[in-house]
């Protein structure tokens, strides 16, 4: 089971840029496919982008041509680096691992404990 701390949120101006942090524990980090989620307040639980062991990589199209997610295997650490960030953008995220089924992320593992985004107009 992997276990995740995510870190590296904030609260930034509309324009701005931050890079989120998920640190992940157990040796299996390598050859799982890991997500961001976030989640606004009053709104479900929606996946940002995933990236596949083999760093293969997919966005929703909120993010797409804005965060760029990497993932270093050698420190277990996966990152989403956001840029020119929407006060749309404001929640709190998560990373995940899981696998991908079918061209979809599915998550099999427990949530971190997420990170909050603030981004203020």
């Known amino acids: 089971q992997v276990q995740l701390v995510e870190s590296g949120g904030g609260l930034v101006q509309a324009g701005g840029s931050l890079r989120l942090s998920c640190a992940a524990s157990?040796?299996?980090?390598?050859?799982?496919?890991m997500g961001w989620y976030r989640q606004a307040p009053g709104k479900q639980r929606e996946l940002v982008a995933f990236?596949?062991?083999?760093?293969?990589?997919k966005y929703a199209s909120s993010a797409k041509g804005r965060f760029t997610i990497s993932r270093d295997n050698a420190n277990n650490t996966l990152y989403l680096q956001m840029n020119s960030l929407k006060p749309e953008d404001t929640a709190v995220y998560y990373c995940?691992?899981?696998?991908?089924?079918?061209?979809?992320?599915?998550?099999?593992?427990?949530w971190g404990q997420g990170t909050q985004v603030t981004v203020s107009s």
């Open positions: 995940a691992s899981g696998r991908v089924v079918g061209g979809a992320f599915l998550r099999t593992g427990y």
């Open positions: 157990g040796s299996i980090f390598s050859i799982n496919a």
């Open positions: 990236i596949t062991g083999g760093a293969n990589t």
